[in-house]
């Protein structure tokens, strides 16, 4: 295996335990998710730890939204998406 396979392979076991963690994070404050695990605007910046202005912002590095409302919101992030996202922000 070579050195972009096992890092590539790191990466998706990172995001995948990163989205198991933002899903918790948001069970357990009692977020609205839809059934393909998508969250609102403000729960995403909650998630993150940002301003949900400082999100707004951010959305050039790559963070795919969706025009389909959760929890009355009308834009929504899935929860796999902010976890890569916030995986490929680490710094090696």
Do not use: H
Request: contains cysteine.
């Amino acid at each position: 295996m070579t050195w972009s396979e096992r890092t590539r392979i790191e990466l998706d076991d990172r995001v995948e335990a990163t989205t198991r963690a933002l899903r918790a994070a948001a069970v357990e404050a009692e977020m609205a998710i839809s059934g393909d695990d998508r969250v609102g605007e403000s729960c995403a910046a909650r998630l993150l730890g940002l301003e949900r202005e400082t999100k707004k912002r951010s959305e050039g590095k790559a963070l795919p939204s969706y025009r389909v409302p959760v929890g009355g919101a009308r834009v929504s992030y899935r929860l796999c998406d902010l976890a890569a996202w916030i995986e490929q922000q680490r710094n090696f």
